[in-house]
């Protein structure tokens, strides 16, 4: 068992040593710290691992994070808020031109004065974070990727790689790691190793040379390597939303060890022949939250798509102007029974202050980390506006093909809800699950109804 002890948010574990047995593999971890306890973890591989590139080593900041914490409050402090106008202040209250101007001050007014960062901090060191080298196939260079685990002492627990977004992070996953640690307390029990990577460019993750273009390809490459070579798996099951949905199709699609994926976003356009007319009243509401979502909360993709630059700059250069960018996403794409009003603001309309911390903490990260502008390459990616046609979750070279299986969760309030059929039109589909609530942060959102659909699909058609 990993003891959830760890000394710092910024030290990270690594590996002492690995060895081969004949039957599987034994990885004992030696924990970075004072007392560096040594543990044995096992779990079943149908090949032997490999070493990383480079061993995993201690991870250390250059500045406190108390002290960055304290640079990035004093800069949110004395960054002005722009003033009323009909965009940001509308009489209804709406949020159909922008993040509203109220809702910032108010979260501004927290962030600065009652948001607790080291609360938050001592609620991700109950998790044990890792970091490691891994190389890049396009090039000689590695990437040191951070990845939170639940490991199991269960001889044939599966493998899976929790698989976040943008503007997400392996914050996300922290619900749902919590409730697997709550159902599983002995790890002898628990069925799973669950590896939740923070994405290249993300968080605590190397960001991709500035050289070059990468995209999501490279992204399954690094994130396979990880789960076969770095930690010598033989096999294992991805899940993913958002960027990460992407990623694990492509992970299931084209890499020999990624044996299924569970995706919880997969927006297909319409195939050839597909009667509109045959759909149910649920599949043309999500319809239409996709055309909502294209016609007016979509232009920020075009932006990190074509001037990445630009927004990268603005974004990275103000902790507050990071703040409204992505606040305005949690607040449009999130389902609001998933976060109710619990507050009210000076207008005396509500909202959720639940949600405003969520939010404040994960900017903090994105800000903290200096991560504002180093994942957009996946827009860059999907809305390319010159050369070949962008590839999709519907092109042909990502389908989810026999024996491999596709698992999907299907959310309500999701950007772009897409018809179980069309669905099927892209893969071995032999999982569905609709859900009553929740929006484009399941994991978040609704934590124990992802784990049922993920502990359903692999207990059914993985094991």
């Not at 697997?180 to 799973?192: I, N, Q, S, T, V």
């Not at 995209?215 to 993913?240: C, I, K, P, S």
């Not at 606040?327 to 389902?335: C, I, Q, V, Y």
């Amino acid at each position: 068992m990993i003891k959830d002890e760890p000394q710092s948010f910024c030290i990270f574990w690594g590996f002492r040593n690995i060895r081969h047995p004949p039957s599987n593999t034994a990885l004992p971890i030696a924990f970075c710290s004072q007392s560096t306890p040594l543990l044995r973890i096992a779990w079943r591989t149908t090949r032997s691992p490999q070493l990383p590139t480079r061993a995993p080593s201690r991870h250390s900041a250059s500045k406190s994070p108390s002290l960055i914490w304290s640079a990035c409050r004093r800069s949110s402090n004395s960054a002005p808020l722009a003033g009323a106008s009909f965009e940001n202040s509308p009489p209804d209250g709406s949020r159909n031109l922008g993040v509203p101007r109220e809702w910032l001050a108010q979260a501004k007014h927290s962030w600065e004065t009652t948001f607790d960062w080291r609360a938050h901090e001592d609620r991700l060191n109950t998790f044990a974070h890792f970091q490691t080298a891994v190389p890049l196939s396009r090039s000689a260079t590695s990437l040191n990727i951070h990845f939170v685990v639940l490991f199991s002492r269960h001889p044939l627990a599966t493998p899976l790689v929790l698989l976040h977004g943008w503007p997400g992070s392996f914050l996300e996953f922290l619900p749902l790691l919590a409730l697997l640690r709550a159902k599983y307390p002995d790890p002898a029990g628990l069925p799973y190793h669950v590896i939740v990577p923070s994405l290249p460019g993300f968080a605590f993750s190397d960001a991709f040379p500035a050289d070059q273009h990468h995209g999501n390809e490279d992204v399954a490459q690094v994130l396979d390597h990880l789960m076969t070579r770095t930690l010598g798996f033989g096999g294992y099951a991805a899940q993913g939303g958002d960027v990460g949905s992407r990623v694990g199709r492509i992970m299931a699609a084209r890499h020999e060890g990624c044996v299924g994926a569970l995706l919880n976003y997969s927006p297909v356009p319409r195939p050839e022949g597909a009667d509109l007319d045959a759909l149910s009243e649920d599949e043309k509401a999500g319809l239409e939250r996709g055309e909502w979502f294209r016609s007016s909360g979509s232009s920020y993709a075009l932006m990190q798509a074509t001037r990445p630059g630009t927004v990268g700059l603005v974004l990275g250069s103000s902790p507050l102007a990071l703040l409204a960018w992505i606040g305005e996403k949690f607040l449009d794409w999130t389902d609001p029974r998933s976060f109710p009003d619990d507050a009210v603001l000076a207008s005396g309309r509500g909202y959720s202050a639940r949600l405003m911390d969520e939010i404040l903490v994960g900017v903090s990260l994105y800000w903290l980390t200096g991560r504002a502008h180093s994942g957009f390459y996946s827009y860059r990616e999907v809305y390319a506006m010159a050369g070949p046609p962008p590839k999709s979750h519907a092109s042909p070279e990502y389908h989810i093909h026999a024996p491999k299986k596709l698992g999907f969760s299907n959310f309500p309030l999701d950007v772009a809800p897409t018809p179980r059929k069309w669905i099927e039109s892209t893969g071995n589909l032999v999982f569905w699950a609709a859900h009553e609530k929740g929006g484009h942060f399941a994991a978040l959102e609704q934590p124990a109804a992802l784990l049922e659909d993920l502990e359903k699909f692999v207990t059914e058609y993985l094991v």
